[in-house]
């Protein structure tokens, strides 16, 4: 079994894409450029939230949804894990850690 993240398979891509954009969202909570938020909805009171995730669903209506319905199910589900509050600099640290192994293995250049 391969681990190195490819695009030969578009679950990988897809798994690549929510990654990324699951840290978009947590750099802007830990900045305070959007308060912590419990949905993905929420974001929209901050931000034009649709723009998350844009380099990879470039305007794609389906996949966009995919990553945003990720997104949602992650904030909703995290919201409640620590005392009822998203520590989003901890799971920042964490989910960078995780595309910085991808990336090393030289295949995806992450967009910044």
Known sequence: MNDRLTL???IRLLILAIEHTWCQVLEDMADETV???S??????????ANEYGMSYHNAN???ANLIQDAIDERLRRWMHH??????AVRVLTQSRELLQRWD????VELAR
């Open 35 to 37: 308060p912590d938020v």
């Open 39 to 48: 949905s993905f909805s929420d974001l929209h009171d901050s931000v034009d």
């Open 82 to 87: 620590v005392d009822g509050e998203l520590n």
């Open 104 to 107: 090393a293995g030289g295949n």
């Open 61 to 63: 209506v389906e996949l």
């Open 8 to 10: 030969d398979s578009p």
